[in-house]
């Protein structure tokens, strides 16, 4: 009389290997998918600070602030005229990835505060 | 013969107290766990849909013995990449079952810019052992306030999340 065990049924600690092995490599091809939907990489925002110093969020593409505007308050959206800038220590010289002269520099450019 | 009914009385009530021993009553006890968890996925708002940041989750759930369906959860989180911050969030979670858990509450990015929203999601357990479990579900968060979002916008974010989690 045979007492081996099924092969076809794994021990616990052999379930939880599996387990642990389905786990991680979802998470790794999820991992690689969203990778390849980056907005790093074509200076696209959905918050102030996604832009990199010196930028501000404007129509989520983040852009250098209008000359004047150095506070970084060129928000996107904003029909309102106040500025409530801060120190206005940011520099508008670097690693620019929106250009200066489009439209999101004519007209609804004021309003809100960049926090960066 | 009332002798003989006295008799009989009496012993049908230390019997009758003999099969009803009280059970003795414990305090209510609180049930903590421990968890971590990293997730990510995507976002979306005024444009988009972007991959989210990756956050780090390091929290813990509280429940009373008595209610151990209803727990309290509180956590820190991390932003790592691409850019960081620092926040948290409060949750009430309920169990489904013994291996699936809804919860809701607020969530806060409090630095270097603050951003203020909901949170929802799901999380399966699955059982590492007695007393540690993998942690895997979808979470959906809406920021509608705070300082770091433009005018006008609501940034969605919908990620999934992995981490552990300990019965402590």
Known sequence: MSTSRDPSVPSSSGAAVVRLATAFAMIWIAARVLLACDATSDGACLRFSDCASGLTCANGECVTPPSGDMDGSAASGSSSGSTTGTSGAQSTSGDTTGTGDDETDESDDSGTTSTE | ???????IALAAVTLACSLTEPIPAHAQQYLIGATGAVSSGIEGGSVGPYRTRT??????????????????????????????SVGADLRYARAASDRIFFDAGIIGILAPSSLYGVVGGVTYRLPLGKKAQITLGPEADFYFLGSDLPDGTVVWELRFQGGFRVDL
Do not use: H, N, Q, Y
């Open chain 2, 55 to 84: 956050r780090l989750r390091l929290g813990g759930d509280v429940r009373i013995d008595e209610f151990p369906d209803d727990i309290f959860e509180v956590a820190l989180d991390a932003e790592l990449e691409p850019r960081s």
């Open chain 2, 1 to 7: 013969m009332t002798r003989a009914f006295f008799r």
